[in-house]
Structure formats: C-alpha cells, structure tokens
C-alpha cells in the first residue's frame, strides 16, 4: 500500500512568522556585517533556496529553522569574502564629465533660424526685439512703431506660430 502524499506547509506563512521575519535570522546576519541598507538580497537568496529544497521542510528532519540560519550565514559570509577581492573604490574626485562639442546647440541654432525664416515679417520683427536684442514691451513698441498692446498680441501669436513650425520640422519639447 503506497503513502499517502504529506502535505506541504505552508512555506510563505511559515517564513513570515517567528524569528526569521523580524530581523536577518534573528540577529545572525549583523555577525558578518549584513545591513537593512543591503536590499534584502542574502534573504531573499535563502528563501529562494528553500523554495527549491522543499525536503527542508520535512518533518522527520528536523526544524528547517537550523538549516535557513546555517544558509543565511553561508550567503552572508560568501558576500563579505567576495566584498574583500572586489572592494569597493571610493575617490574623492567624481568621474569626469562629458565635454560638449557644441554640435547640439549649433544644430538648435540651424533649426531655429529656419523656422524664423518661415514665419511672418511682423512676428519675426517683434521676437527679434523681445527675445534676441531683450528690449522689453515699451521699447520694442518704440523701435518698431506700434503701440505696446500690438507687441503683446504679436509676441503671442509670433510663439505660436514658432511652436507650429518647430512641430513641423519634427523640433519636439
């Protein structure tokens, strides 16, 4: 006559409850340095690997308390010896950075220069005296011969449009 099949605990609930939740193996992991800071992954290893050695969880062998400890500590003390042959290189200047080459912004210039090109005489005047000589309202308004209202509706109107034909040649924001 066969045996009947045991029935697995429950591996999830046992492992969330008791000593092993609250802190590494209750307490074990501090012996080889183990930080909460650390992400959990010498746990999550021993989890894993009970997942996959569900004969610990035999009741004939035992508590599988002694052997999760036991591969707690392994995967601990195999993480501090391989932290000693790749150590961790801390300099106290930062890598250095990229250096521009100005073709970006030499190609925005381009891309906007065409798109000026493309708009109105009067929206091109009145962005020409906002934006690249930095006039403000009034003095634009006194250079180009319209009253201050008519800068404002322009200036409006004139980045509008900009903004279409920026679109058009596939400048995005």
């Not at 999830?12 to 992954?41: D, I, K, M, Q, Y």
């Amino acid at each position: 006559m066969g045996r009947a099949p045991t029935r697995r605990p429950d591996r999830g609930v046992w492992l969330t409850r008791g000593r092993f939740a609250g802190e590494p193996a209750g307490g074990h992991g501090r012996e080889v340095g183990w930080r909460w800071g650390s992400g959990c992954g010498p746990v999550q290893e021993v989890l894993l690997r009970a997942w996959r050695h569900p004969e610990v969880f035999d009741a004939s062998r035992g508590s599988p308390r002694a052997w999760l400890v036991r591969t707690l500590r392994n995967v601990l003390i195999d993480e501090w010896r391989a932290r000693d042959v790749r150590p961790e290189v801390l300099t106290d200047a930062p890598p250095e950075r990229r250096t521009s080459d100005d073709i970006d912004a030499a190609l925005q210039s381009l891309l906007v220069t065409d798109a000026l090109s493309r708009l109105s005489p009067q929206h091109r005047q009145v962005l020409l005296e906002c934006f690249y000589r930095g006039h403000s309202v009034a003095e634009a308004a006194a250079r180009i011969g319209v009253p201050p209202g008519t800068v404002k509706s322009r200036t409006h109107y004139a980045l509008r449009a900009l903004r279409l034909t920026l679109d058009e040649l596939g400048v995005g924001p």
